[in-house]
């Protein structure tokens, strides 16, 4: 009976570490956000993000899924210009596990069974991606969000962990004003 009351702080802390996508952004806090109605894509900086063309491709076109979503037309005469650039890092995780407790006859620790530590090491590569808003009148940044989270090298989990940052990133545009 021991064991089963902690089930329901397991289910958390997995639910908890498994979050997906960690977002922020900032935004120029004097600009009127709702004079944007169109956007296009801000060639030369889209051009020096340094990835696959083909996870170019798809961050374009999860943004601009998510743009006209928003009630956005893409113009040749834009009011905003559309940008992004990614980051990546490999994260280790190194745990040790002693499972010298909570085996054998009963529950808790158990005498008759000397533990072993039992170490595990996880490699997983951590991406960021920004998406900048430019005025495009002004050529100034309005408006930039970044997410944050574990990304894949398999190919069908590609497109849709991309479309999970620009969503959960555009999800806080435009920025609301307190």
Do not use: H
Not at 81 to 106: A, P
Not at 135 to 144: I, S, T, Y
């Amino acid at each position: 009976m021991k064991k089963l009351k902690y089930i329901p702080l397991l289910l958390i802390f997995l639910i908890v570490s498994c979050s997906s996508v960690n977002v922020y952004n900032d935004f120029d806090k004097k600009v009127d956000f709702t004079q944007f109605k169109t956007f296009a894509f801000y060639k030369p900086g889209v051009d020096k993000v340094e990835i696959s063309d083909l996870d170019k491709k798809r961050i374009l076109k999860s943004i601009e899924v998510e743009m006209l979503a928003k009630g956005f037309t893409k113009s040749e005469n834009p009011d905003l210009l559309v940008n992004f650039f990614t980051k990546s890092r490999e994260q280790v995780d190194v745990n040790t596990f002693n499972n010298s407790w909570g085996y054998g006859y009963g529950y808790g620790w158990n005498p008759y069974i000397w533990g072993r530590n039992r170490t595990s090491v996880r490699t997983t590569t951590k991406g960021t991606l920004f998406i900048d808003l430019i005025d495009a009148k002004k050529k100034e940044m309005v408006w930039q969000g970044e997410g944050e989270g574990e990304i894949f090298k398999n190919q069908n989990d590609k497109e849709e962990r991309i479309q999970e940052f620009v969503t959960e990133i555009l999800k806080q545009y435009p920025p609301e004003k307190k």
